[in-house]
């Protein structure tokens, strides 16, 4: 919003009347941005970034360990390359959720972005040094990992604030699509990198530098797109983001009679079911006050437990399965004994799956509620690692095997989205930032602890690693069952469900007649939510010491 129109905004009345060419230019900037959060304008731009961002992902595994081999580093040092990728990603997810709540959108993708420019040069540069390049491609990487941790939250944090809690899901949807799309077609990238080789003076591109510098064209490919292509939705237009700043104090003296009767107000609608509550009670500031209680903890907790436990399994998937499938030397099992194309075959398949699993969760979103659907996630979990139990000692049947292993490719993409789409229900309309950035956080610790528990108790048996992920999404689902109810969504958004509702009722009928005494404000509690309310005294004063937080 420019200073201008800003202005006008804080002080709307000239000579006692409402400035009405403030409102009108208000609910025109309103309208605007409401058209751009259905726009594929931008969405197009948060799309390439992910797929670009798996393509630089994807494009490194396969020749990391040769290009480490280049300076002597050995498998120990493999093993941190891969940890520290994930560590930063885990403070990324953290430090971008404050710069996210702090700073605009914009500046937030900026500096996460050139941090991924930064550390794929520092990537590449390593093959300069052969005696101590090996650090600087530590240190890349761990660069890299604060650049996907950073721009996962950025973007689902800028979802979560700026489009219907009901088509969170389809866009969760549509990002995972272009995910998939990038992992599967970086390798290809890499493969075409593995026959480059040349040299410009001092420069030189051979098929392991060229990866990192293929990443930093793909970071300022990404840059040029959010400048150039990019249109921000500033915060006090974001349908998905309360306004937060304090309401002022009115010197209006108010009866205890009053001040009781508001709080009966507020405490019927926090004893009844938020899906069924009786809003109509409420003025627009009891509204406000609601939309501004925090998020319930206790399902913020249980939402990062099933976080957890779905990234968990997928850390498994993707460190156990290739040498379980490929054990010729019968280390494991008796009966999986195939060649490593058979490894490749599975994961293609995964890969697919997990897209298909995408384009599905688009058509089936409306079926169920959320949580229904985190717990259906959960329980093919369960199914999936159940069925990779060796019940015979060494004995995995491959058919079981193949079952099992397709059951949890689907599993992690759906409980991932789902979660996400349920989380951002939870957290209402506050600023999702620090929020979101903690959930990816969770996910990035499982990147980090998984592969090193997995591997250490497939050394003793793949019944104990895959039982206990199966045992792990048994918990899941009984915490989700006993905690269910602290699962619904925020008040805010089932408040913003009634005033849609209301809206629509409203519709073709003559629009209410406004009244002078009324007093003007900005506050703005829906897109479509008339800007006139009546005068009444403020919630911070109304509920000044009462500890409504408590009840809820």
């Known amino acids: 919003m420019n200073d201008s129109i800003q202005n006008e905004l804080e002080t709307p009345f000239l000579n006692g009347k409402v400035n009405s060419t403030t409102v009108e230019r208000d609910l025109q900037l309103v309208k605007m941005y409401k058209e751009l959060e259905h726009s594929y304008s931008w969405k197009i731009i948060f799309y390439m970034n992910v797929f670009l961002?798996?393509?630089?992902?994807?494009?490194?595994?396969?020749?990391?360990?040769?290009?480490?081999q280049r300076f002597g580093a050995d498998e120990n040092f493999l093993a941190m390359v891969l940890a520290i990728y994930s560590i930063g990603e885990f403070l990324g997810s953290i430090i971008w959720g404050y710069v996210h709540n702090a700073s605009s959108m914009k500046f937030s993708l900026y500096t996460c972005i050139g941090a991924g420019f930064v550390g794929s040069l520092l990537y590449s540069f390593g093959g300069y040094f052969i005696g101590w390049g090996k650090w600087l491609v530590f240190l890349?990487?761990?660069?890299?990992?604060?650049?996907?941790?950073?721009?996962?939250?950025?973007?689902?944090?800028?979802?979560?604030?700026?489009?219907?809690?009901?088509?969170?899901?389809?866009?969760?949807?549509?990002?995972?699509?272009?995910?998939?799309?990038?992992?599967?077609?970086?390798?290809?990238?890499?493969?075409?990198?593995?026959?480059?080789?040349?040299?410009?003076g001092s420069f030189y591109v051979d098929e392991h530098t060229s990866n990192g510098y293929f990443q930093a064209i793909f970071t300022i490919i990404m840059f040029l797109g959010t400048i150039f292509l990019f249109t921000e939705i500033p915060?006090?237009?974001?349908?998905?983001?309360?306004?937060?700043?304090?309401?002022?104090?009115?010197?209006?003296?108010?009866?205890?009679?009053?001040?009781?009767?508001?709080?009966?107000?507020?405490?019927?609608?926090l004893h009844q079911d938020p899906e069924e509550a009786t809003y109509h009670i409420l003025d627009d500031q009891q509204k406000s006050f609601l939309s501004k209680l925090k998020p319930n903890q206790t399902g913020?907790?249980?939402?990062?437990?099933?976080?957890?436990?779905?990234?968990?399994?997928?850390?498994?998937?993707?460190?156990?399965?290739?040498p379980i499938s490929t054990?010729?030397?019968?280390?494991?099992?008796?009966?999986?004994?195939?060649?490593?194309?058979?490894?490749?075959?599975?994961?293609?398949?995964?890969?697919?799956?997990?897209?298909?699993?995408?384009?599905?969760?688009?058509?089936?979103?409306t079926w169920t509620s959320d949580k229904n659907f985190v717990l259906i996630s959960s329980i093919m979990g369960l199914v999936g690692y159940f069925l990779l139990?060796?019940?015979?000692?060494?004995?995995?049947?491959?058919?079981?095997?193949?079952?099992?292993?397709?059951?949890?490719?689907?599993?992690?993409?759906?409980?991932?989205?789902?979660?996400?789409?349920?989380?951002?229900?939870?957290?209402?309309?506050?600023?999702?930032?620090?929020?979101?950035?903690?959930?990816?956080?969770?996910?990035?610790?499982?990147r980090i602890i998984g592969p090193f528990w997995s591997v250490q108790s497939l050394n003793v048996s793949p019944s104990?690693?895959?039982g206990v992920s199966a045992f792990l999404f048994l918990i899941n689902i009984i915490v989700q069952l006993i905690y269910s109810d602290s699962l619904s969504a925020h008040w805010s958004y089932y408040i913003e469900q009634y005033e849609e509702r209301e809206e629509a009722e409203r519709e073709g009928k003559d629009a209410p007649k406004v009244d002078r005494k009324d007093s003007y404000s900005p506050y703005n509690p829906s897109p479509g939510a008339q800007y006139l309310f009546p005068n009444k005294r403020s919630t911070k004063s109304k509920f000044k010491g009462k500890n409504i937080n408590g009840m809820v």
């Open 53 to 68: 961002a798996c393509v630089s992902f994807s494009i490194v595994l396969p020749s990391l360990w040769p290009y480490l």
């Open 140 to 200: 890349g990487r761990f660069i890299q990992g604060l650049w996907t941790g950073g721009q996962q939250t950025i973007e689902q944090a800028y979802i979560t604030e700026c489009i219907d809690k009901d088509e969170n899901l389809n866009m969760i949807a549509d990002l995972g699509a272009s995910a998939v799309l990038g992992f599967i077609l970086g390798p290809v990238i890499g493969l075409i990198c593995g026959f480059i080789n040349f040299r410009v």
């Open 235 to 269: 915060r006090e237009y974001r349908r998905g983001l309360q306004d937060e700043e304090e309401d002022e104090e009115d010197d209006e003296d108010v009866s205890v009679d009053e001040e009781e009767e508001y709080d009966e107000d507020i405490a019927k609608i």
């Open 300 to 322: 913020v907790v249980v939402c990062l437990l099933i976080f957890l436990i779905h990234f968990n399994g997928f850390a498994v998937q993707e460190t156990v399965m290739t």
């Open 327 to 365: 054990d010729v030397v019968h280390k494991y099992t008796n009966t999986l004994d195939y060649p490593e194309s058979f490894a490749y075959i599975l994961f293609a398949c995964s890969g697919f799956l997990s897209l298909l699993t995408f384009l599905a969760l688009k058509k089936i979103n």
């Open 389 to 446: 139990l060796d019940f015979s000692p060494g004995i995995i049947e491959p058919a079981r095997f193949v079952i099992g292993f397709c059951i949890i490719s689907v599993t992690f993409p759906l409980g991932r989205g789902v979660t996400l789409s349920l989380f951002s229900k939870l957290i209402g309309k506050h600023k999702a930032g620090v929020y979101m950035g903690y959930m990816l956080a969770v996910g990035a610790i499982s």
């Open 464 to 466: 104990l690693t895959f």
